[in-house]
């Protein structure tokens, strides 16, 4: 319940207030979003799972985004930035699947 | 920790949770509630606030780029503008130097000859207006190939113009134009992109080819190699391609020509 409020707000927060990005950090926007994604499905699933921790949660999500962005950052750096982000992107992509697909098993039992 | 086998077993890919969990479970320690519920909202309210700013941000690119393009478009409509100033600014030139050169020779029998084989060439050069019966073949793209990048078939493109004027020199032409732009011996059909350029200016479909020469050039230009090969274009790619005979086709002179090889002599 309180996730979900927290949610809305910073949707509607990030509508009303339209924060500019810098220049610099809006390469790795997508990303970090990607791996918030991975953090909130892991979060859902733990709550299904009845062993949601906060702190578990606020930790993977601050290091899932930060990380991210750093793989993608240093690929940047090192020339293979788009080969990286699309690494980072099929890591997470899979364990945001599995997750779903955890979730689903348990609400549906399908 | 390998993520196919974690993957394949169907085991939780983030540990975290289940370690947290079983630490609890034995100490039975847990925090003060209002220290979580901040940091779940803060947590969840960075993360609601993340999605919607990628979302502003892409859709605040969508116009920038719109915008450039019309600047770009803008920009290329402004250097043609400026390129027809300069033509125009040249063409009086030209007919101001015409009419010098004509009164210079109208004295003496040796300048009159000169001025009769001046206009023969300026003729055959392409550097005066013509107009008189003659023949309209247009051309276009297929209806399916309109605004579609990928459907190739049935488009026109340069060669197939280059065939079709080259075509109508052969069946007697004695003068061409494309879209309202004259045709000379030396002047360059090529593609840039999708586009279609003649003596460098893009041209815009259809394309009305004009040619003088005579009534009987439509027929003569129907039954040449090139015009067959335009009926097989129709039949098999369904071009539009139509020979109208017209009895007045006017067409201005063409840029001035450079001089490539002639040398002003200085006189001694």
Known sequence: MIALIGLVAGVVLGFVLHPGVPLWLQPYLPIAIVAALDAMFGGLRARLDGIFDDKVFVVSFLSNTIIAALIVFFGDQLGVGSQLSTGVVVVLGIRIFSNVAAIRRKLFQA | ?268
């Open chain 2, 1 to 268: 920790m390998s993520l196919l086998a974690d993957l394949m077993s169907g085991s939780g890919l983030d540990p975290g949770y289940e370690e947290t969990a079983a630490r609890r479970a034995a100490t039975g320690e847990r925090e003060s509630r209002p220290g979580r519920v901040t940091r779940l909202l803060a947590a969840t309210l960075l993360l609601g606030l993340l999605g919607a700013v990628a979302v502003v941000q892409v859709r605040r690119g969508a116009p920038v780029a719109e915008r450039q393009r019309d600047a770009l478009i803008g920009q290329i409509h402004q250097r043609t503008g400026e390129t027809d100033a300069l033509q125009r600014q040249a063409d009086g030139l030209r007919r101001q130097t015409e009419a010098l050169r004509r009164s210079a020779l109208a004295r003496g029998d040796a300048g009159q000859s000169a001025r009769q084989d001046l206009d023969r060439a300026a003729g055959v050069a392409a550097q005066v207006p013509v107009s008189g019966s003659g023949t309209v073949v247009t051309v276009d793209d297929a209806h399916a190939a309109h605004g579609s990048q990928d459907q190739q078939d049935g488009r026109i493109y340069d060669q197939d113009l280059q065939r079709l004027v080259n075509g109508l020199w052969a069946s007697g032409a004695t003068a061409i134009g494309i879209n309202g732009q004259r045709m000379t011996a030396t002047t360059a059909i090529r593609s840039a992109g999708d586009a279609i350029l003649v003596d460098y200016r893009p041209l815009s479909p259809p394309y009305a080819v004009s040619a003088l020469g005579g009534s009987g050039l439509g027929r003569s230009f129907a039954g040449s190699p090139a015009g067959r090969a335009f009926r097989t274009l129709e039949a098999t790619f369904g071009i539009r391609y139509d020979i109208r005979q017209e009895d007045s086709v006017r067409l201005p002179a063409a840029p001035a020509l450079p001089l490539r090889y002639a040398r002003t002599v200085t006189p001694k």
